[in-house]
């Protein structure tokens, strides 16, 4: 029995965790740090009519979105989506969640996802990155001063594991009871709408069981990981970082305590229970070896954490800016065009413009985005789509790492063939 529930912990733990830059609890921060004084007045502004009550049931939208793009790598997911909303247009799939919402809680949860895109893309380049090669001093002889997820994931998913230590121990998320009480929800309907239009596949036929995905990933996001994050703080809490007050700190700080008063986090706020200790038992007798190595938390030291506070501050400042932008009256009266949102195509593991052979894990998901495609040849493509495919392969000289397999090259020049000839749809 014991084996089972340790072998159960293992596989929960590990899911959800691939590449990110912040936790779910750090991108619930982000949606917490500019709720009030972001995204309720661009509700506000595009619904004028909207109830106390509806801005309350957008809030749990916003929390549904700020971790979508990991949907696919929960229990029942298929990585397959979420690679793609990494490394391949991943800007035009936020930009599209947001020109497609219709509704208040489709908005807050295309804001959601923007703010995971913000998160990651700051995330990755301004904390987690340098942080590994700090931790990790082998890996720092090897790659440099920065080190991203796909050349060690092992240590960045340890290394991020212990920036969310660091904050539950002190205070610095959200309350689990709170969370619950918001709620966590997905619009699928909006999310289908935007992952045709940017990438021409059918929501459905990629998360094949939607309702069984959407619940794991809630099952995920809202119960299971944020347990094994609380129970590695009882075995933690003693030896985090002293914190560096500085004006970075200070202003995080203060903000953390304004969304705190406003949310009234503190009524919420409980002490761990005997399930908690219980989970960390088993945490603690876990051999830390091969996939449960993941557990072993990497703790920050006052430099890395220092290195998180300012990208969360940095990341914070983003997103204002891109609701301020969404709240001009040209943009509100460009409602479901173009002219609403463009945000560029960045992979979310170094925050960098995507680039033909710029990053393996780019290169490998738009080989397999590009096979998927050439197998519907009687379907439609979005023509935003095939322009982009067509831009990643035209440079023949491009350092595209699918070039190092010859078969596997062979078939990306012949279904170029296949995508040149498929009908189009244009995109609004």
Same mark, same amino acid.
């Given at each position: ?18 590449? &990110?830059?912040? =936790? ?25 009519? !909207?109830?106390?009550?509806? !801005? ?22 298929? =990585?397959? +989506? ?15 969640? %947001? ?9 807050? *949860? ?18 987690? &990155? ?5 931790? +990790? ?46 709620? %966590?929800?997905?619009? /699928? ?29 809630? +099952? ?8 094994? #994050?609380?129970?590695? /703080? ?14 970075? +700190? ?12 406003? &949310? ?7 002490? #761990?229970? *005997?399930?908690?200790? %219980? ?20 703790? @920050? ?21 891109? !609701? ?24 979310? $593991? ?5 680039? @033909?052979?710029?990053?393996? %894990? ?8 590009? $096979? ?57």
């Amino acid at each position: 029995m014991r084996r089972r529930i340790a072998v159960c912990l293992l596989l929960f733990a590990c899911a959800g965790r691939r590449g &990110n830059a912040y =936790s779910v609890q750090t991108h619930e921060q982000l949606v917490d740090l500019t709720w009030k004084s972001s995204i309720v007045p661009l509700l506000r502004a595009r619904y004028p009519n !909207i109830t106390d009550a509806q !801005i309350a049931e957008a809030h749990g939208y916003a929390y549904g979105g700020c971790a979508i793009q990991d949907i696919g790598y929960y229990p029942f997911g298929n =990585s397959l +989506f979420s690679d793609l909303t990494h490394y391949v247009r991943a800007g035009d799939f936020v930009a599209s969640l %947001l020109r497609n919402a219709r509704t208040p809680d489709e908005l807050a *949860f295309a804001i959601g996802a923007l703010s995971h895109y913000i998160g990651d893309t700051e995330g990755h380049s301004m904390a987690t &990155n340098p942080a590994v090669a700090v931790e +990790f001093p082998k890996l720092r002889e090897r790659y440099g001063a920065s080190v991203n997820y796909e050349q060690n994931p092992h240590a960045h998913v340890r290394t991020e594991f212990g920036f969310d230590i660091n904050e539950i121990a002190k205070h610095r998320f959200a309350p689990l009871k709170y969370l619950d009480h918001v709620g %966590l929800k997905v619009s /699928t309907d909006l999310l289908g709408r935007a992952f045709y239009e940017t990438y021409g596949l059918e929501l459905k036929k990629v998360l094949k069981v939607q309702r069984r995905t959407v619940a794991g990933y809630t +099952f995920g996001v809202r119960r299971f990981l944020p347990r094994i #994050a609380y129970a590695e /703080t009882l075995l933690h809490k003693k030896s985090m970082p002293p914190d560096v007050e500085d004006a970075e +700190f200070l202003r995080l700080q203060a903000e953390l305590k304004q969304a705190s008063v406003d &949310n009234g986090w503190e009524q919420w706020r409980h002490t #761990a229970g *005997f399930g908690t200790h %219980l989970l960390a038992g088993f945490i603690y007798i876990v051999p830390k070896v091969g996939v449960a190595s993941m557990l072993a938390v990497k703790e @920050p030291d006052s430099d890395t954490e220092q290195l998180y506070v300012r990208s969360v501050n940095r990341s914070t400042d983003r997103l204002r800016g891109a !609701i301020a932008r969404l709240q001009q009256p040209e943009v509100l009266r460009s409602v479901g065009t173009t002219r609403q949102t463009e945000i560029p195509n960045r992979d979310l $593991d170094t925050g960098q413009i995507v680039a @033909p052979g710029g990053y393996r %894990l780019t290169d490998e998901t738009y080989c397999r985005l590009l $096979d998927t495609i050439a197998k519907n040849q009687g379907h439609t493509v979005p023509s935003g789509l095939r322009e982009d495919m067509l831009a990643f392969y035209a440079n023949p000289d491009a350092p595209i790492a699918t070039k190092k397999h010859a078969k596997q090259w062979a078939r990306v020049q012949a279904e170029l063939v296949v995508l040149r000839a498929m009908p189009v749809v244009a995109e609004p």
